[in-house]
Nanobody, 124 residues
Framework: VQLQASGGGLVQAGGSLRLSCAAS????????MGWFRQAPGKEREFVAR????????YYADSVKGRFTISRDNASKMVYLQMNSLKPEDTAVYYC??????????????????WGQGTLVTVSS
C-alpha cells in the first residue's frame, strides 16, 4: 500500500486542523492504521491508531481528548482531527499502515508502510 498524507499547515494555538491520509491498493481495509509525529530534534512518537473497521481507537496520553482518528474504507482514507492545538503539537505528522497479522502496537517498527509526512506548525 502507498500512503499520502496532507492537510498540514500553520495554525494558532487553540485552533484546529484535519490531516488526511490517502491510501492506494485494494486491501486497505485489511490494514490497521496509525499516525505518528516527529518534532524538531526529537524522535518520532506514536499519536493514534485505528482498527481495520474503525471500531477501535487508541491515543497517546498527550493527545487524548483533543485528537480524533477516523477512517473511511470505501474512500481508502484515514483522518486525524486535531483540536485545541498546542505549540508542542508542532511536528511532521506521518500516517502508517500495519499489515496482517496486525500487531496493534505503538512502536514504529510495528508498522509496515509509511507516508511522506505533513508539517503542522502551531504558533503561540
Amino acid at each position: 500500500v502507498q500512503l499520502q498524507a496532507s492537510g498540514g499547515g500553520l495554525v494558532q494555538a487553540g485552533g484546529s486542523l484535519r490531516l488526511s491520509c490517502a491510501a492506494s491498493g485494494r486491501t486497505f481495509s485489511y490494514f490497521a492504521m496509525g499516525w505518528f509525529r516527529q518534532a524538531p530534534g526529537k524522535e518520532r512518537e506514536f499519536v493514534a491508531r485505528i482498527s481495520t473497521s474503525g471500531a477501535y481507537t487508541y491515543y497517546a496520553d498527550s493527545v487524548k481528548g483533543r485528537f480524533t482518528i477516523s477512517r473511511d474504507n470505501a474512500s481508502k482514507m484515514v483522518y486525524l482531527q486535531m483540536n485545541s492545538l498546542k505549540p508542542e503539537d508542532t511536528a511532521v505528522y506521518y500516517c502508517a499502515a500495519d499489515q496482517p497479522p496486525i500487531i496493534w502496537g505503538t512502536k514504529e517498527d510495528e508498522y509496515d508502510y509509511w507516508g511522506q509526512g505533513t508539517l503542522v506548525t502551531v504558533s503561540s
